[in-house]
């Protein structure tokens, strides 16, 4: 029960790891406010949570509007009296060369993974500064290694990881209480990557046999062995820990 009394927010947790990580925060104690684009998916991801005995509210949120922030901070800490813990995780992505890849489709990609981070953490340090917080940004190890069909999602998770650096030093360096962190998942058992890989069509066999043989644990992870490092980030155990890239990846990097 290491989140008692913590109030946390995981943005685009209806599903795949947000929704993992939403479990596992309630389950030790933890009240937790859902978002998704999809208000249907997150209120039915948050009475799954509630069924169980634990604390979660959902609500409908656009990462990547700006305003919506603001009134969803408010929102959390009118209710809990604070934010301790702000995980970033929303995010979308595509199978395509950069050659294929079109300005509006690149532009909505980085105002969904990137954007949206900025947007959050800024908002997250508003409410944190005085009192204290966590922010978890999640990235990917598409930040970390380059692929040839995802060169949108490669520069906007790399954007993602070195923007946490960055405000983890700036809120150090001023004395703000704020420990700032990304975590860095590899190929993982979601409907991202599902519908990225599906995308591809009759190569989409090919991809996934090769990305399995890849990874050195020979499989992707579950959606819970992503979820239980990110709340060893936001927990006092990770509490000398700032800006750093926390991969979890089966040994994909490590070859």
Known sequence: MRFTGKSVLITGAARGIGLAAAQEFAREGA????TDIDADEAEAAAAAIRAEGFKAEARQQDVADEAGWAALVGDIVAREGKLDILVNNAGMGFLKSVVDTGLAEWQRLMAVNLESVFLGVRAGIAA????????????SIAANVAEPLFPAYNASKAGVAMLTKAVAVDCARKGWPVRINSLHPGYCETKLVADAVGALGDEAAGFAAATAAAIPLGRMATTREIARPLLFLASDDAAYMCGSELIVDGGYTAI
């Open 128 to 139: 944190m500064k005085d009192k204290g917080g966590v922010i978890i940004n999640v990235a």
């Open 31 to 34: 009240s937790v406010t859902i």
